[in-house]
């Protein structure tokens, strides 16, 4: 692959479902449809490693001519993840991308799920051309987070994980679209739990824009305008797709270097042209 290449396969596994498609990261957008299988009860290392061949099988992409991209829900460093909130406990401080790179046959780049759909959300979406403190949370099976100051993203802050104060369990547990599901909460009632949520990230960081991803972001007209906050608050451009669209500007970032970008370097600057 040269330096010019700009087409990458990005691969966003999530609490629920393993999704992938062919990216062009020139504009950011889609090259083929988007191909989903659900994650395999329990996510376990090696039936999580089957349904991403399924992916790359439907996407006719298994050979390494194509950059590859995985983006993972956990804390990612140097390959190896740290944390296992919604996928199997043997995931935790595992060699995660040495062990795709081996079931795969092929070198990838790996790196936490909402790190790279902050990027996307950065280069292509919401975020794109804005100053100062940016984060970006994604509402789903849990709450991902990632946040950008100057256009270097700071990785693996899981911010969805804050305490709430007085109570036991973590903001996650009590705010993600996975408890609205749970719990069969209207709207109204949900936007008072997320209120809660960003109002303490809006206290703890002071930040100059939030931007909603995950699938329920298409529904933010339903929650979003409930919220009353400083901060500037929008939908993600690209919605479910940011983590798809990321981890390929993630894989083609590596792949002009030669070498895996680490998860502490500026990925957002990285990955720009």
Same mark, same amino acid.
């Given at each position: 692959m040269t330096g010019t290449a700009t087409t990458a396969? =990005?691969?966003d596994i999530g609490g629920t479902g393993i999704k992938g498609a062919l990216v062009d990261l020139s504009q950011g957008k889609l090259l083929t449809d988007r191909i989903k299988v659900p994650t395999p009860k329990g996510a376990e290392p090696d039936d999580v490693l089957k349904a991403v061949t399924e992916v790359l099988e439907k996407l006719e992409v298994t050979d390494d001519d194509i950059p590859l991209g995985v983006a993972f829900p956990a804390i990612v460093k140097n390959g190896r993840t740290l944390s296992a909130a919604n996928v199997a406990h043997t995931w935790i401080d595992f060699e995660a991308e040495a062990f795709f790179e081996? =079931?795969?046959?092929?070198?990838i780049h790996f790196a936490n799920d909402a790190d790279v759909a902050g990027v996307?959300?950065?280069?292509?979406?919401a975020a794109k051309d804005r100053d100062g403190v940016v984060l970006l949370t994604t509402l789903g099976t849990g709450i991902g987070t990632a946040m950008i100051y100057k256009g270097v993203l700071v990785p693996n802050t899981e911010l969805g994980h804050l305490h709430r104060p007085g109570h036991k369990k973590?903001?996650?547990?009590?705010a993600a679209y996975s408890a609205m599901e749970r719990e069969e909460?209207?709207?109204?009632a949900w936007a008072e739990r997320l209120q809660q949520y960003y109002s303490h990230l809006e206290f703890l960081f002071t930040p100059d824009l939030f931007v909603v991803g995950g699938g329920v972001s298409k529904h933010a007209d339903k929650f979003l305008p409930l919220l009353d906050l400083k901060t500037e608050i929008v939908p993600a451009v690209h919605r479910n797709n940011a983590g798809i669209i990321g981890a390929a500007a993630l894989a083609l970032a590596g792949d002009d270097s030669g070498e895996s970008v680490d998860e502490g370097e500026d990925l957002a600057g990285t990955t720009s042209r």
């Open positions: 396969v =990005g691969i081996k =079931g795969l046959g092929r070198q996307a959300e950065m280069r292509y979406g973590d903001f996650e547990h009590f909460l209207e709207w109204d």
